[in-house]
């Protein structure tokens, strides 16, 4: 079975956590995959840098402007992670956008992952549509899994839709926003995840951005199968590097 | 073969919407009303108002004697630098504020690179008394302070886009992340024919008012309707959108699009798309950008600040894939030295993303009986600085 529907079996709340590869050195991307891991995270997105990242806030956008300087390239990053599977057992997913991923040619790209032990992908500007017609049966021939956000705006019809084209989790977006900008969660929030559980999903939902402690993450939970940690982590690793990474799981849970 | 966009915004293989969710609510409400608010008769009615009576249409269609004698051959000019702000942009700016104001948006944002569609923005922002934030790159902001001084006395605020290349498509992306952030209140004004489905048909709508008035004033000065060709300049894309739009289904005549080839296509420093791109994704749309293998996105390099766009829009892509379009690049040199043949010949001082245009009859011949339509987008009083320290006037 593929590690992340493994893990979404588990009764515990997931907590994921994303980082930018190649940063903050170019060749960190193993020790933070294997420290993550050891400290007791449940699931690790593994962002391919890119030189226009649309959905993100400055934090993200400034990490992948460095790891690309640094020189991470879509085919050094399958290089470093050729054997992560001799040494981790965490569920890993590929987080970027669309357009290195068609130079790479798609179907390349996803028997790379399957190869290395990739379990899924989130391409935030890969439209439903568009995958549906020209991708899914690639995805699926190699085994991984497709992650669709959702956001507050969403209507109920569509995100009926993505449940239906998922098959593992959906990344809800707590907020109309790029990641790194909203910390904490109100009301509108709180209705949101509400409303989102109260339509009985087939799929189970992992709360992103705007999470960024143990308080925000128990707020995030709460309704919901887990969270996932981006911007904060990557603030962290700016100001600590890659040796205290167990500082910053163990705040959170 | 159809060069309009399809139901789902696609020219051929190009177009489309490859939008992050956030963006979905906005681009999906947009696409479901925008043939619909552009055919009620109020908003054509109010459109065509503000056209005629605040942007000064039609521009007329200037045959130009002397420059048609050096040539050996008949070249009309479509004076879209008369145009209130001094160039097409407003034609579109006013298109889609009446949009705005139709979906019930009380904010505007957009993008700008040289600053001439940020100050076409502004300008119906305050014909219309609706706030305005324009997000330029940084770079930018410090080569264009005229056009960031017009942006502020119109009432807008000018923020810099601080990430990545600092330029135009840094802008661009600050301005689409400044509509994840505000998806409900918040209309977003594209400048060009770029972008996703419906941007690229929609702006293209509006500026083909410029060939719908070529095909009547060319009735009237020539007997018909067609040119035996139509020139324009193409960054994004817009004018040229414009100045073919009536054309496009029109076989017998010939669509030359111009890019800048900046310091020559190969120099590295160029943004001939046509020549330099390959298919990928940019700013929501599919279509042929400057890139590298690994799929990032180039800076791309010209002196005209309206042409400095890594992509191209997908209508352009598929003219120049299907062959429709006949794609001619022309260097920083070449364009000056037209800006000035015009004034001297003219007396006409050209924007120098239109320089590129009038540059093609140096080496692109035509016969002495074809009738050459180019598009003058606008006018150069914007590039005076470029022009004194290119010349040493």
């Known amino acids: 079975m593929n590690r992340i529907k493994q893990k979404l079996q588990e009764d515990k709340k997931i907590l994921s956590i994303y980082f930018t590869a190649g940063y903050p050195k170019l060749d960190d991307t193993v020790k933070i995959i294997q420290d993550l891991e050891k400290n007791g995270v449940d699931l690790i997105e593994i962002g391919l840098p890119f030189s226009d990242p649309l959905a993100d806030g400055p934090t993200i956008q400034e990490s992948s402007t460095i790891a690309l300087k640094n020189g991470m390239h879509t085919e050094l990053l399958f290089e470093q992670l050729k054997d992560i599977r001799e040494t981790v057992s965490i569920p890993l997913i590929i987080m970027g956008y669309f357009n290195p991923i068609f130079q790479y040619g798609v179907e390349a790209f996803c028997q790379k992952c399957k190869d290395i032990g990739i379990d899924g992908l989130i391409l935030p500007d890969l439209p439903l549509d568009v995958y549906q017609e020209e991708y899914e049966t690639i995805f699926k021939k190699y085994g991984l899994i497709n992650v669709f956000l959702i956001t507050p705006q969403t209507g109920e019809a569509r995100i009926r839709a993505i449940d239906k084209a998922s098959d593992g989790f959906i990344y809800m977006v707590s907020s109309a926003s790029t990641t790194g900008a909203k910390s904490g969660f109100g009301a509108e929030q709180t209705q949101y995840f509400d409303r989102v559980a109260a339509m009985e999903l087939n799929n189970p939902q992992i709360v992103g951005f705007g999470i960024s402690n143990a308080e925000t993450f128990d707020q995030a939970t709460k309704n919901t199968k887990g969270a996932i940690i981006g911007s904060a982590f990557i603030k962290h690793l700016t100001q600590n590097g890659v040796d205290h990474i167990s500082d910053f799981v163990n705040q959170i849970r | ?393």
């Open chain 2, 1 to 393: 073969m159809s060069y309009h966009a399809d139901e789902r915004g696609y020219y051929g293989e190009f177009g489309g919407a490859y939008i992050p969710e956030m963006l979905y609510p906005n681009c999906e409400e947009l696409r479901q009303n925008y043939l619909r608010i552009m055919a009620e008769p109020s908003f054509q009615e109010e459109f065509h108002q503000l056209l005629k009576d605040y942007v000064g249409r039609p521009t007329p269609l200037y045959f130009a004697k002397r420059l048609s004698e050096k040539y050996n051959t008949k070249i009309y000019l479509k004076r879209e630098d008369l145009c209130h702000t001094g160039a097409h942009k407003v034609n579109n700016t006013i298109g889609q504020i009446l949009m705005a104001k139709k979906l019930g948006k009380n904010r505007i944002i957009a993008e700008t690179g040289a600053g001439q569609h940020g100050v076409a923005t502004a300008t119906v922002c305050a014909l219309m008394g609706i706030k305005c934030v324009v997000y330029m790159g940084e770079i930018d902001i410090a080569r264009q302070a005229p056009n960031v001084a017009r942006m502020k006395m119109l009432g807008a605020e000018v923020r810099p886009a601080l990430s990545g290349s600092r330029t135009l498509k840094d802008a661009t992306n600050e301005a689409i992340r400044d509509w994840i952030n505000n998806p409900v209140d918040t209309h977003y004004i594209i400048g060009s024919v770029v972008g996703p489905h419906p941007y690229p048909d929609m702006v293209a709508r509006f500026q083909s008012v410029i060939s719908e008035e070529v095909k009547s004033q060319l009735l009237e000065k020539e007997g018909r309707k067609n040119p035996d060709y139509v020139v324009a300049c193409v960054g994004g894309g817009s004018n040229a959108a414009g100045a073919f739009y009536h054309y496009l289904d029109e076989a017998e005549v010939g669509i030359i699009a111009v890019e800048a080839a900046g310091k020559g296509i190969h120099s590295g420093e160029s943004a001939a798309t046509s020549a330099l791109g390959k298919v990928g994704i940019i700013h929501g749309s599919k279509t042929l950008l400057m890139q590298t293998a690994d799929g990032q996105i180039t800076e791309p390099y010209s002196i005209s600040a309206g042409l400095d766009y890594p992509g191209v829009g997908p209508l352009h892509a598929h003219l120049y894939v299907s062959g429709r379009g006949e794609f001619i690049s022309i260097t920083d040199d070449e364009a000056m030295k037209a800006g000035l043949g015009l004034c001297e010949l003219e007396g006409i001082i050209p924007a120098i993303e239109s320089s590129h245009a009038l540059a093609i009859f140096e080496d692109r011949k035509f016969k002495e009986d074809d009738v050459v339509v180019v598009n003058l987008s606008g006018r150069g009083d914007k590039d005076l600085q470029n022009y004194i320290d290119y010349f040493g006037l």
